[in-house]
């Protein structure tokens, strides 16, 4: 199951619930307030080690040179 990132908008705080997608659009509720929260956009990530390099930061390739 994937995991979503929301903001409440009376709090501010910030908290992840882990749901099937066929509840991916559905409210969620602030665990410290109660209130309604928004569902944040988050960043992709995946277990097979890729991430995503910055354009201001140039690749590291194999161990520092000595």
């Known amino acids: 199951m994937p995991i979503y990132e929301y903001l409440c908008t009376k709090c501010g705080t910030e908290f992840e619930l882990r749901r099937p997608f066929s509840e991916s659009d559905k409210l969620a509720t602030c665990p410290?307030?109660?209130?309604?929260?928004?569902?944040?956009?988050?960043?992709?990530?995946?277990?097979t080690g890729s991430y995503l390099q910055s354009p201001s930061k140039p690749f590291r390739k194999g161990t520092a040179e000595n």
């Open 32 to 47: 410290k307030c109660n209130s309604e929260a928004q569902k944040m956009l988050s960043n992709f990530a995946s277990k």
